[in-house]
């Protein structure tokens, strides 16, 4: 298959990454961050993105009834700190998040929700796929938009990559995007972070993206790209209303409106990519 192929100083500007800096030549730490909130699947999120590589994943806890601390005894690359806090805290951690991963020396974050599990079709880890992208400080890719496979209730047994594995056929426009820690001068909206050079902004494809920074309009199949984020949108109907309709968001803390055509929705074609690439291997990991 062929697919489509600065430190910060908080008081002061941020400073680029020059030319022939290292960071510009290498692919150091990576952090994944999140955050959530009484999320069941938790544990598989977690699994899946150790397994493509990052080397360290960061959950903020907002005010899960069961701690989410108390998921990850065992696992050495999670850290988890408990948030209480109000009113939408999504840009906050995000920018939070930013600060977090330059101190820790990391030279690559990406914050996802715990509903976005990041596919790589065309590279073997997380680190392989951003090597090609060196010049850049902010790599954009697109969703893909899964649907409900007509679940009513959510089912008892077996992983969320492998219930749901109907989709759109083609990429949604929507990115969450990799950026340089070091580079972000500040969180505006959950699809991006606005950068110290809006000229590095990219997409996974290497189109710029510094005039539609939440958005790359890209008609192509979900197998034939290099990339996407597997995006688990409703679920059931029964986790629906528990995610989506019970509780505020997390971008502005305001209720949605209930959508009653969700099994309309997203369940387009049968695509087991997901599934069938990376089950067994969260299974394993998980020893279930």
């Keep these: 298959m062929n697919y489509t192929l600065t430190t910060i100083n908080r008081n002061k500007k941020t400073i680029p990454i020059n030319s022939n800096d290292n960071r510009r030549k290498i692919v150091g730490k990576t952090i994944l961050f999140t955050n959530a909130r009484d999320e069941k699947n938790i544990r598989e999120w977690v699994a899946h993105h150790l397994i493509i590589g990052f080397d360290l994943i960061y959950i903020f806890d907002h005010k899960s009834i ?43 974050m990406l914050y996802l929700d715990a509903d976005e599990y990041l596919v790589l079709n065309a590279f073997h880890s997380i680190k392989n796929m951003l090597k090609h992208y060196l010049f850049a400080d902010s790599i954009a890719i697109n969703w893909l938009m899964f649907g409900t496979n007509y679940h009513k209730k959510e089912p008892t047994h077996g992983l969320l990559i492998e219930n749901y594995t109907k989709s759109d056929l083609k990429l949604n426009k929507h990115v969450k995007t990799f950026v340089r820690p070091s580079q972000v001068v500040n969180a505006i909206t959950p699809h991006y972070f606005v950068i110290a050079d809006p000229v590095r902004m990219i997409s996974i494809n ?38 989506k309709i019970k509780l505020p968001r997390d971008d502005n803390s305001q209720f949605r409106q209930i959508e009653t055509d969700i099994h309309e929705k997203h369940n387009l074609v049968e695509n087991a990519l997901v599934k069938d690439k990376y089950a067994n291997l969260i299974k394993n990991l998980l020893k279930l």
């Design 66 to 108: 069961k701690p989410l601390s108390q998921e990850f005894n065992n696992f050495k690359k999670v850290i988890v700190e408990r948030c209480e806090m109000d009113g939408p805290i999504k840009m906050q951690l995000m920018l939070k998040a930013s600060k977090i991963a330059t101190s820790a020396g990391a030279d690559w």
């Design 206 to 243: 290497m189109k710029e993206m510094r005039q539609s920074k939440s958005f790359n309009e890209w008609d192509i199949e979900y197998n034939k790209c290099a990339a996407f984020i597997a995006h688990y949108l409703y679920q059931s109907e029964e986790s629906y209303i528990n995610r």
